[in-house]
């Protein structure tokens, strides 16, 4: 499985930005998608995450800012940024866990996109 973002880039704060991410390869299905972030020092966090139901949840610091969505159809992900503040300054990854064609596995494995950078100027 790959997954592919975009989106990423520069904004004053207050900007927005909207964050991509499409999972492609052999795949039978995908669970839960996420969006992490992970800035210079700092471990990687999450960020928001989304059922393949629809249910989400947000990290507390971005709650009312950011809207995770996701399209079945076209196994993507989004990352709506509004209000966006410096300390959102960070690379961002996006992470499926998905049911791959063949897989040996009873459950879902986490993949991994290769991170796009988002950077906030005050």
């Known amino acids: 499985v790959q997954l592919q973002a975009s989106g990423g880039g520069s904004v004053q704060a207050g900007g927005s930005l909207r964050l991509s991410c499409t999972a492609s390869?052999?795949?039978?299905?995908?669970?839960?998608l996420g969006w992490y972030r992970q800035a210079p020092g700092k471990q990687r966090q999450l960020v928001a995450a989304?059922?393949?139901?629809?249910?989400?949840n947000y990290a507390d610091s971005v709650k009312g800012r950011f809207t995770i969505s996701r399209d079945n159809a076209k196994n993507t992900v989004y990352l709506q940024m509004n209000s966006l503040k410096p300390e959102d300054t960070a690379v961002y990854y996006c992470?499926?866990?998905?049911?791959?064609?063949?897989?040996?596995?009873?459950?879902?494995?986490?993949?991994w996109g290769q991170g796009t950078q988002v950077t906030v100027s005050s």
């Open positions: 390869g052999s795949i039978v299905s995908i669970n839960a």
């Open positions: 992470k499926a866990a998905a049911f791959t064609v063949g897989s040996i596995y009873p459950g879902p494995l986490d993949y």
């Open positions: 989304i059922t393949r139901g629809g249910s989400t």
